[in-house]
């Protein structure tokens, strides 16, 4: 079976690793075109590209695939070789395009997406935030038969995954990025059998994964404790939670619920305690005990070295 495969983060980096170790054949990938990262804002290829050069495929980076869009050439040249490509399905893992219809229509089997929630909940940018954001217990990934809607299409297969307890982002991604490459292998297997059978999705249960805004990234201590350590494990390792203390920027990571109970004589965010084995902050309706920081330039430090740096005293706030 000959696979066009469209991707562009770590991410997907998996799954077309799977792809590949599994014997399909890939004559063509698909990937963001290359951006400026790192301190010396050089430009640097996405982990996908990275892969796909590695193991000698083609490689395309078309700005648009819209032929009537603001980059033309780019999609025409996309088409040609998507074309060339003779290909019997493309498999899509968060690409960072949106799939026209013609792109959609072009193989023999459609496009085939990897998405990182149990549909139809987290349709959208960031499942596997929200899902920890929101507290869920479990989340997944579903193979799905693409259209031209948000994450609509049919459900191909679905396996469930149970969060494990002090889950971030970075830890979830990387267990689903393995799912999903076990399942889009196990799902091209069946294909090629004729043995795939797709299920319409439930109306019922529909949530959307918003894109990560940076703003929501910053804490407002009079949430709740378990709102807010929900948070920083949502946003580890990106964007990463932020608070300010006397005008300087502090990026939060880890942290524990250190009391259900507040004081009702401190304002929120006012510091209780910072010791090495954390620092004790009021939230809306208890303590959260910090345990992983980082200043602004520096590196993400436990508490203990964060202190040496940084004198905090009981009674001082975040803001």
């Not at 949106?98 to 496009?111: E, K, M, N, S």
């Amino acid at each position: 079976m000959r696979v066009i495969f469209a991707g562009t983060p770590d991410f997907a980096r998996e799954a077309l690793h799977r792809l590949v170790a599994a014997g399909f054949t890939v004559p063509l990938v698909l990937t963001q075109p290359d951006r400026p990262a790192g301190r010396g804002m050089k430009l640097q290829a996405s982990p996908v590209k990275q892969l796909a050069q590695q193991q000698h495929i083609d490689v395309a980076q078309p700005r648009s695939l819209r032929l009537d869009g603001k980059y033309p050439g780019d999609a025409a040249a996309a088409r040609a070789a998507i074309e060339q490509a003779r290909a019997d399905v493309m498999v899509v893992a968060a690409y960072g395009l949106i799939l026209p219809q013609w792109v959609l229509d072009a193989p023999r089997l459609g496009c085939l997406n990897i998405h990182a929630s149990l549909l139809p909940r987290w349709r959208g940018a960031a499942p596997i935030h929200r899902a920890i954001e929101a507290g869920d217990a479990e989340t997944g990934v579903t193979i799905m038969q693409m259209d031209a809607g948000l994450d609509t299409g049919d459900m191909l297969l679905v396996e469930r995954l149970a969060l494990a307890p002090g889950e971030t982002t970075g830890s979830l991604h990387d267990r689903l990025a393995v799912l999903g490459g076990r399942l889009i292998v196990e799902a091209l297997e069946m294909a090629a059998c004729g043995g795939m059978t797709p299920k319409p999705q439930p109306a019922q249960g529909v949530t959307y994964a918003h894109k990560i805004d940076k703003a929501q990234a910053r804490v407002d201590w009079s949430e709740p404790v378990a709102v807010i350590e929900r948070r920083l494990r949502a946003f580890n390792p990106f964007p990463g939670a932020y608070t300010e203390l006397e005008g300087e920027v502090v990026k939060l990571f880890c942290s524990q619920i250190e009391s259900n109970e507040c004081p009702s004589d401190k304002g929120y965010g006012t510091i209780l305690f910072a010791n090495p084995q954390g620092i004790g902050v009021v939230c809306g309706d208890g303590v959260l005990r910090l345990t992983e920081l980082q200043r602004a330039g520096g590196r993400r430090l436990p508490a203990a070295d964060f202190l040496r740096g940084f004198d905090l005293k009981p009674g001082m706030a975040f803001a």
